[in-house]
């Protein structure tokens, strides 16, 4: 390959795969909740997308084929470490910064809800809401049924409804 195809192939990345580096660490930080890691799978997704360029077929699908190849990364990761547990109330006491967007107490809450979330809920969840993908979208990329999506949702739901009202409750 010759420095102009180099190039050409550089732009080509750049334009198909950076916009959506945004999307991608916001997805997968929603996903392992830590800033980090996220940053670390983000390179690591990047790198193993600019060596598959020639297989994405439809450059339309660049960002939910980035997505799914983060969220493999992702899982890799789990695979070969085993990261060190944390007690969820002391981590929900200690709350970084980083993730509280303002002081109202219903924006923190639900935050904390939807990290409290298994991951079997929480990304689909993640995936409609904060990424606007529809449900079939959702199911496409984690390779299940619609049916499996909406029942996801659903679930995911309930529990957040559930634990925002036990919060209310307890709100002074």
């Known amino acids: 390959m010759n420095a102009a195809d180099s190039a050409r192939e550089r732009g080509r990345f750049e334009a198909l795969c950076m916009p959506f580096r945004a999307d991608v660490f916001r997805f997968v930080y ?6 980090a890691l996220a940053e670390d799978v983000v390179q690591e997704t990047l790198l193993r997308a600019w060596r598959s360029l ?40 200690a709350e970084p910064e980083s993730l509280a967007v303002n002081d109202q107490h219903e924006v ?14 929480r990304e689909p969840l993640v995936l409609q809401v904060l990424l606007g993908y529809s449900t079939e979208e959702i199911a496409r990329h984690l390779d299940i049924s619609v049916a499996a999506v909406l029942t996801r949702l659903f679930r995911a739901r309930q529990v957040l409804r559930q634990q925002l009202l036990g919060a209310e409750g307890s709100r002074p």
């Open 30 to 35: 929603w996903l392992c909740r830590d800033r």
């Open 54 to 93: 020639d297989s994405l077929g439809d450059e339309k699908s660049a960002r939910p084929w980035l997505l799914t190849i983060a969220r493999r990364e992702l899982a890799r990761v789990f695979e070969r470490k085993r990261l060190p547990l944390v007690d969820l109330d002391v981590a929900n006491e």
């Open 108 to 121: 923190e809450d639900m935050r904390r809800a939807i990290l409290k979330l298994d991951v079997t809920h």
